[in-house]
């Protein structure tokens, strides 16, 4: 069960030799500098634009063969691209009314995807609920010259939704929003994440919508993959691009295990640790994910005693890069938590003798941590 | 200043000749317009091909056609030869005329009507289940609709006004060319001709006004179909 993806093609002066598999399901996050032909490959994929080779998989079905309008690949445009002459239902409905009938068997195409079984467990996406999700009832009236970019993206992701796609494209659709719009319009992707059953590719070049909606990451730079891989795993290897921004940070998954609201922490359960982060609103139980930033993270050759953070960890050196530009040593830790990822000063990192296999005491304070839902 | 029966018919007249210049020329002008929306090789000496009456004397324009669609024209004797049909000194002379000077200002509204639905609301449709035709006609005619209604008002009330072709193509022929301009300029050649012409003037003062009136109004509708329609 999984989306495989390959383009090649070349234009102006960009190549493009891109080839790459992820899971069928969740947010699988493109990430690599804007203007790198990612819009290309997406239209591409979505066979809007002609390449010179394109191959898509979902779940064994050949998509690519299929034409455009009838490949049921949605794409969600940068700049929203709504129907102006239409109202915000009318946009809504657009691919719905075009989207075939469940029930109906017409044509070889049909009976091919209903055996894939990609859709058929899942219930088709009704108008109500993708408002709902996308906080768009109030809007339904509206012309789309009257919303703000934040409410015409969202409209614009519910619109490719209900077409009832088998595979959904998302590119770079937050690039348009200010700071608060973005935070407001992120909160929603993320409720999408847990509902939509579809796989979604989504292109972007910011690491904290990476962070925040990643399943999967794939790694783009100049036409090329350069790695492929859940996020936990790529958010802490040093030799990829995400670890070596300034803001890197580790992810890890866990589970909300309770709340201490007189000491003002909340508890996560990662792995066989409990880690101590300040206090959230999260249910008990709930799958959350816990970012912590690479410069925030202490490490330390012998347990530390009497210090101001509540957590530390024990875990191995798997991998250490000094980058001579800005002095920085990026440390990936192995923890029974998960992968770990310190920033720290070059000197800071030699005086240690930091190498592959030692053992070193990780410390990590509540206040640095940050829960997001999982 | 009553208006009298000849004024009637002359202006009966001018209306039959400017509706006649915008029918027969508004598939060239969909045509054209279209095309000009689209980015292609030579686009450029098109759109020159299509604005060249707006900067060539009428006269030299009456000239070309008198040329091509005279009777000695090739145009013209084929017409001729082919259905019986004259252009010059008659109704559809005056029409083409018309037709000729009016034709890149319906080219250029309909060509922004054409580029209100560009390729990327298209590719957008296409992605959302829309095939060729269901995107032309869910999107294309709907998006171009106004401009192409706007083309045809621009189009007859600019008709209207039209000298210096029609005169030098078609010639002035009462009952048959004198449209409204060209009556107005033979009335002036005559001794006593003044208070006729004063009256035919506005007369076509007045359709112009009313003519560019409904002209402004569509194109403020068209150009902005969107109303806020706020609710809550």
Known sequence: ?374 | MPVTPYDVQIILLTFEVAALAVVSVLPFALVAGWALSKRFRGRFLLNALVNLPLALPPVVTGWLLIVLCGAQGPVGSWLQARFGLALTFSTPGAALACAAMVYPLMVHAIRAGFEAANRDLLAAACSLGAGPMDQFFALTLPLAGPGIVLAIVTGFTASLGEFGAVITFAANVPGQTQTLPLAIYAALQTQDGATEAARLSLCAAALALLGWLITGFLGHRLGRPIRPQVRN
């Open chain 1, 1 to 374: 069960m999984a989306v495989k993806i390959s383009v090649e093609h070349r234009r102006g002066f960009l190549t493009l030799n891109i080839a790459f598999e992820t899971p069928s399901s969740g947010i699988n996050v493109l990430f690599g500098p804007s203007g790198a032909g990612t819009s290309f490959m997406l239209a591409a994929i979505a066979g809007l634009q002609s390449a010179k080779h394109v191959q898509v998989e979902l779940d064994g079905d050949a998509l690519h063969t299929v034409p455009a309008h009838r490949r049921r690949v949605g794409l969600v445009f940068p700049e929203g691209r709504l129907f102006d002459h239409l109202s915000v239902e009318q946009n809504l409905l657009f691919g719905l009314q075009r989207a075939p009938r469940k029930n109906v068997r017409a044509g070889p195409e049909r009976r091919r995807t209903s055996r894939g079984g990609g859709d058929k467990k899942h219930k088709p996406l009704r108008p109500g609920d993708v408002a709902e999700l996308l906080g768009l009832q109030k809007l339904l009236n509206r012309r789309p010259a009257t919303l703000n970019v934040s409410e015409r993206q969202r409209v614009a992701i519910g619109r490719a939704l209900l077409a009832q796609p088998r595979l959904l494209l998302m590119d770079d659709p937050l690039a348009a929003l200010d700071a608060a719009q973005r935070a407001e319009t992120l909160h929603y992707l993320q409720r999408l994440r847990g509902t939509v059953p579809i796989p979604v590719l989504y292109a972007t070049h910011s690491l904290e919508e990476t962070y925040q909606l990643a399943n999967f990451v794939v790694l783009l730079e100049g036409g090329q993959v350069l790695g492929a891989g859940p996020l936990t795993e790529l958010a802490s290897r040093v030799d990829l691009p995400l670890a070596e921004r300034p803001d890197a940070s580790a992810v890890l998954l866990g589970h909300l295990h309770s709340h201490a609201p007189a000491r003002g922490l909340s508890s996560i359960e990662c792995g066989s640790h409990i880690i101590d982060v300040t206090l959230c609103d999260f249910a008990e139980d709930t799958p959350v994910r816990l970012l912590v930033p690479a410069r925030e993270v202490m490490l330390a050759l012998h347990p530390p005693r009497d210090i101001g953070a509540n957590n530390v960890i024990s875990g191995m050196v798997c991998a250490v890069r000094h980058d001579v530009t800005t002095h920085a040593a990026l440390v990936e830790i192995e923890t029974s938590c998960g992968q770990l990822l310190a920033h720290m000063a070059s000197d800071a990192a030699q005086r240690l003798h930091l190498q592959p296999g030692d053992r070193v005491h990780v410390m990590i304070k509540s206040l640095s941590a940050m829960v997001i839902s999982g």
